[in-house]
Every structure is written in structure tokens, then in C-alpha cells.
Nanobody
Framework: QVQLVESGGGLVQAGGSLRLSCAAS????????MGWYRQPPGEQRELVAT???????????NYADSVKGRFTISRDNAKNTVYLQMNSLKPEDTAVYYC???????????????WGQGTQVTVSS
């Protein structure tokens, strides 16, 4: 099973930047993709950005329209860590940000998904 630990959230003024980190640990055959989702107050969880991490996929990325050009997802495969660089933050980016990972277990070989505990990002106007 994969455990995910997020860090880097906090309070920032509009226009500022934050960098979130998500470190994966545990026993697994491979981590196939990692991503960030967020849940604004009173709303449903939504996709922010995802990044595939397998060699064959070449590290393709996908972003929500609302964050394109402002947020960048990246990874350090050696550390099993994914980052979310958030620039030009807006009050509407305020949410709990969750990391997730889609991975393959060792034996038996199965596809699984894990979630982190979430980290609060608050953007003041």
C-alpha cells in the first residue's frame, strides 16, 4: 500500500505563490500517476493537475482550465515525490488540496489509488 504525505500549504496573499509537496512511501510495484485535487469550502473535490510517472507515458500532464498557466506539476521519481508550484494565486484557489497516486501492487498485481490527508491553502484578497 502507498502512503502519501503532503506539505507546503498555508496562508498567502492574492498574487503570491506556494509550493506543495507529496511524498509517497510503502511497498508497490510501480506508481503510474500522481496528481492534485482540491475541495473548496462547501464544494465537491475537483481535479487540479495530474502527471503520469511511468517511463512509457513520458511524464504527460493534465491541468484544470482554471489553473493553466499558473500552476505547474512536476515530479522527482527518485524520491517518489510530486510537487505543485502555484503562482499568481487567487482567492478562489482557497481549498483543501489532496494528493493522490495510482499505483500497481506487487503480489497480486492490482491497480490501486491512495489519497493523502490534505493540506489547507488559503488565499486572502
Amino acid at each position: 500500500q502507498v502512503q502519501l504525505v503532503e506539505s507546503g500549504g498555508g496562508l498567502v496573499q492574492a498574487g503570491g505563490s506556494l509550493r506543495l509537496s507529496c511524498a509517497a512511501s510503502g511497498r508497490f510495484f510501480s506508481i503510474n500517476s500522481m496528481g492534485w485535487y482540491r475541495q473548496p469550502p462547501g464544494e465537491q473535490r475537483e481535479l487540479v493537475a495530474t502527471l503520469t510517472t511511468t517511463i512509457t507515458s513520458g511524464g504527460s500532464t493534465n491541468y484544470a482550465d482554471s489553473v493553466k498557466g499558473r500552476f505547474t506539476i512536476s515530479r522527482d521519481n527518485a524520491k517518489n515525490t510530486v510537487y505543485l508550484q502555484m503562482n499568481s494565486l487567487k482567492p478562489e484557489d482557497t481549498a483543501v488540496y489532496y494528493c493522490n497516486a495510482d499505483y500497481t501492487t506487487i503480489m497480486p498485481t492490482q491497480s490501486r489509488r491512495s489519497w493523502g490527508q490534505g493540506t489547507q491553502v488559503t488565499v486572502s484578497s
